[in-house]
């Protein structure tokens, strides 16, 4: 079953924060997350596993909820590098596959 | 860095058609995927591979087929292309389970 993401779309000028969520109906063992930009392929960011993890890369950081079966995505100070469509992609037991959500699309704007 | 590579970016199909999406990996990786990619819906996986000759269904695999005879390359087949196949395909690998995937550029399938 996808992860729902939430919001679906942000607009953020330049220097603001953005919050985005996964949330899952099922148990996870893992969480990803990957940002595209328009015209390019996925890039991976980071995997965060279960037993509740926080996880940093440059000013985008991430956390693991297991109790909740939610993670988020933190992204501060936004850069215009940032824009993009953010996924996270769920993996139920180690050696599943990902299953992704929708897809949220950020745009920062100068 | 890891490199995967589609053969094709853009495809212009027939409807009935038998088509062949080709994939290749030059970093040994044991996992490849396929994904088609529509708006709104996020990545949906069609079929992935842990090993040569070893495939695996995933959430929409009717219509498409796959084959894996070499560890580098992962082709995706229509077996007879309908316009509801149209779409964005994008092939991905990891090197095991628990890592990040990498994606190749996609092939944007347009089926007439």
């Known amino acids: 079953q996808q992860p729902v993401q939430s919001p679906q779309a942000v607009i953020l000028r330049e220097g603001e924060d953005a919050v985005i969520n996964c949330s899952s109906s099922?148990?996870?063992?893992?969480v990803h997350w990957y940002r595209q930009k328009h015209g390019e392929a996925p890039v991976f960011l980071m995997i965060?596993?279960?037993?509740?993890e926080q996880k940093g890369h440059d000013k985008i950081s991430a956390s693991f909820n297991e109790k909740k079966q939610q993670s988020s995505l933190y992204l501060t100070a936004s850069q215009l590098s940032y824009s993009g469509t953010y996924f996270c992609?769920?993996?139920?037991?180690?050696?599943?596959?990902?299953?992704f959500g929708g897809g949220t699309r950020l745009m920062v704007k100068p | 860095d890891v490199k995967v590579t589609q053969s094709s970016r853009y495809l212009v199909k027939r409807t009935g058609e038998k088509v062949f999406l080709e994939c290749v990996q030059d970093?040994?990786?044991?996992?490849m995927f396929w994904y088609r990619q529509d708006p709104g819906l996020g990545l949906r996986l069609i079929y992935f591979?842990?090993?040569?000759?070893?495939?695996e269904k995933g959430d929409i695999p009717e219509g498409y087929s796959v084959s894996r005879e070499k560890k580098e390359r992962f082709s995706l087949i229509l077996e007879s292309a309908s316009t509801n196949q149209t779409s964005m395909y994008l092939c991905?690998?990891?090197?095991?389970?628990?890592?990040?995937?990498?994606f190749g550029s996609g092939t944007r399938l347009t089926v007439v």
């Open positions: 991905a690998s990891s090197l095991v389970y628990g890592y990040g995937y990498t």
């Open positions: 099922k148990a996870l063992y893992s």
């Open positions: 965060l596993l279960k037993g509740g």
């Open positions: 992609g769920t993996e139920r037991n180690a050696g599943n596959m990902l299953t």
């Open positions: 970093m040994d990786h044991e996992n």
């Open positions: 591979s842990y090993d040569v000759k070893m495939k």
